[in-house]
Nanobody, 128 residues
Framework: QVQLVESGGGSAQAGGSLRLSCIASGSAFSNDCMGWFRQAPGKAREGIASISTGFNYTYYVGAVEGRFTISQDAAKNTMDLQMISLKNEDATIYYC?????????????????????WGQGTQVTVSS
């Protein structure tokens, strides 16, 4: 059974930093797309960063590029999201996700429908 479990959410001040982690079990995700999505109340789930695990290529939405860094540790089957210079608008629930045999995801990484496995979500709060 494949499971993704996020950790590391919490509270930070604007301008501060947080690090989210996603631990995968039940599959190696060695040639897949793993990503981070976030969803604000009443809005669609938004892909913000992904990584093609077989190539270590990374992708970011403009709103987080330069502030967030996605990384993987294949040996531990984990994926992290380092977030710095946090803004109030970054506050929401964050989800990690993974495809099944997704390969290179440069053309679809923001499409939530392409991801088969999802974590339960972790809350990020940013205070002014």
């Amino acid at each position: 059974q494949v499971q993704l479990v996020e950790s590391g959410g919490g509270s930070a001040q604007a301008g501060g930093s947080l690090r989210l982690s996603c631990i995968a079990s039940g599959s190696a995700f060695s040639n897949d797309c793993m990503g981070w999505f976030r969803q604000a109340p009443g809005k669609a789930r938004e892909g913000i960063a992904s990584i093609s695990t077989g190539f270590n290529y990374t992708y970011y939405v403009g709103a987080v590029e330069g502030r967030f860094t996605i990384s993987q540790d294949a040996a531990k089957n984990t994926m992290d999201l380092q977030m710095i210079s946090l803004k109030n608008e970054d506050a929401t629930i964050y989800y990690c996700a993974a495809t099944f045999r997704g390969g290179m995801c440069s053309t679809y990484w923001r499409s939530s429908s392409r991801y088969r496995f999802w974590g339960q979500g972790t809350q990020v709060t940013v205070s002014s």
